[in-house]
């Protein structure tokens, strides 16, 4: 009788190690890059500040009217159940403060924005009082600084506005403005060399042999990777040849701060990923209990991290949203970036699935018609159907120890436009 080795489908096998511990393995292998430049502010969405930014003056600079008004000096408010007329001295628009002194008795007419003058303290909506010509007539229904932004009020000075390791928003960027920046200090971008292996590979606008597909893989990385912070470089396909992945990745590691792979990880006698990996440098691990993408290989050539990522498809995408991307963030230095929320949905379906490993599915998510959000899978789980990532719109994620789901139980839903 044949005795069955360890094989990709075996749960049990010894050097198969958790999601959860392959994500800490890589985190505690990255170190961030620490190397900074100075940018214009047009080029910093998406860039991560390398300096926290202290605010050199109050935003706004000062108090200022909230709507359109008149502005008055709380003294001239009438007594509960009386009403008083006040004067108009003249008005004070945004960008054209009103600075002569006003006598008892007088008011101002007040634009949003504008400066309110010394000593004025209450800004009445125009809605709240009675108009005619050259005055106006108020009750007594008003508070002291009502209306009134005060100065420093969205930022005060010296306070710490945006810290380091804050992945820049375009309210950033505002914010950044508000405060007169031109120029901030930014973490630099990060080199990333891409490359997939496989002989079948060929690439696009050539011939297809017998045999031959397309490789789609780079292709899909590039566009995952095509961010404000990072240069990639497409080393194109290389061939199932120990050799010449060695030589590949070595010089790779000269060049960059990071070598992502597809393919030629798992266990047949045409994958030497992991091989040439071992050459070089450490393997950390290459089984991680998730499907897809049990076999994914990650190590260091010389210092620079190395993700051998599987040659499916659907994998390399599973995968790169898992475990590439927070070492991405990991080696840029973002310590604050926008959350990525996963939440419960409802099945609609009955999904398989065995405890023991970490399942990434592809679903869509909707609200039903009272509101609720449902997920359903695309059909064909394959690891090689690319389409099932390009209908959905969701990860299911089904945890590590979780079994079977039966139409209408709760399961964990990731949004893509959170990973995107
Ligand atoms: P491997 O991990 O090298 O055994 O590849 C697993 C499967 O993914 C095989 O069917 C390959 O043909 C396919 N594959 C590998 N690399 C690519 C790629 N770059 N583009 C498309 N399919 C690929
Ligand atoms: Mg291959």
């Known amino acids: 009788m044949i005795k069955n080795q360890a094989n990709c489908s075996d749960l049990n096998e010894p050097d198969l190690i958790t999601v959860t511990t392959a994500l800490k393995k890589i985190l505690s292998q990255i170190k961030p890059l620490h190397q900074h430049q100075r940018i214009n502010l047009e080029q910093a969405r998406g860039r991560t500040l ?81 108009h005619f010509e050259n005055h106006i007539r108020i009750d007594h229904n008003h508070r002291l600084h009502q209306n009134i932004r005060q100065a420093g009020e969205d930022i005060a000075q010296g306070s710490p506005v945006l810290l380091a390791g804050k992945l820049l928003t375009p309210a950033d960027i505002g914010v950044l403005a508000s405060l007169g920046l031109t120029e901030i200090n930014v973490n630099r971008k990060l080199r990333i060399a891409i490359a997939s292996t496989g002989d079948e590979l060929h690439s696009l606008g050539s011939e297809l042999p017998h045999g031959g597909i397309y490789d789609s893989n780079t292709h899909t990385l590039q566009a995952s990777l095509d961010r404000p912070d990072i240069t990639v470089v497409n080393l194109g396909i290389l061939d199932d040849n120990p050799a010449s992945l060695q030589h590949c990745f070595e010089e790779s590691a000269q060049h960059y701060d990071l ?73 840029i230095g973002i310590t604050d970036r926008p959350v990525c929320p996963t939440f419960t949905a409802i099945s609609t379906e009955a999904i398989r699935k065995r405890p023991g490993r970490t399942e990434i599915q592809r679903g869509i998510i909707s609200q039903d018609p009272n509101g609720h ?42 949004p893509f436009s959170g990973l995107l």
């Open 373 to 414: 959000w449902q997920v359903k899978t695309t059909g064909q789980q394959g690891s090689g159907i690319l389409r099932s990532m390009s209908l959905a719109n969701a990860f299911i994620i089904l945890a590590h120890n979780q079994g079977p789901v039966s139409a209408g139980d709760p399961v964990t839903v990731q």
């Open 50 to 130: 390398s300096q926290s930014i202290i605010a050199p003056f109050n935003v706004p600079p000062h108090r200022n009217s909230a709507v359109d008004g008149y502005a008055i000096n709380s003294t001239d408010l009438p007594k509960p159940d009386h009403l008083v007329e006040l004067s108009i001295a003249g008005c004070a628009y945004a960008g054209q403060p009103f600075t002569d002194a006003l006598a008892p008795g007088e008011c101002i007419r007040i634009m949003t924005g504008a400066p309110v003058p010394e000593g004025l303290t209450i800004v009445i909506m125009q809605e709240q009082v009675e």
């Open 259 to 331: 070598i992502i792979s597809t393919g030629g990880v798992s266990v047949g006698d045409a994958d030497h990923t992991r091989e040439a990996l071992r050459a070089l440098g450490t393997v950390e691990f290459w089984k991680v209990a998730i499907k897809p993408g049990r076999p994914l290989a990650f190590g260091c050539v010389n210092k620079t991290p190395f993700f051998g990522l599987p040659g499916n498809p659907v994998a390399v995408l599973v995968t790169f949203y898992q475990f590439v991307l927070p070492a991405i963030d990991q080696l």
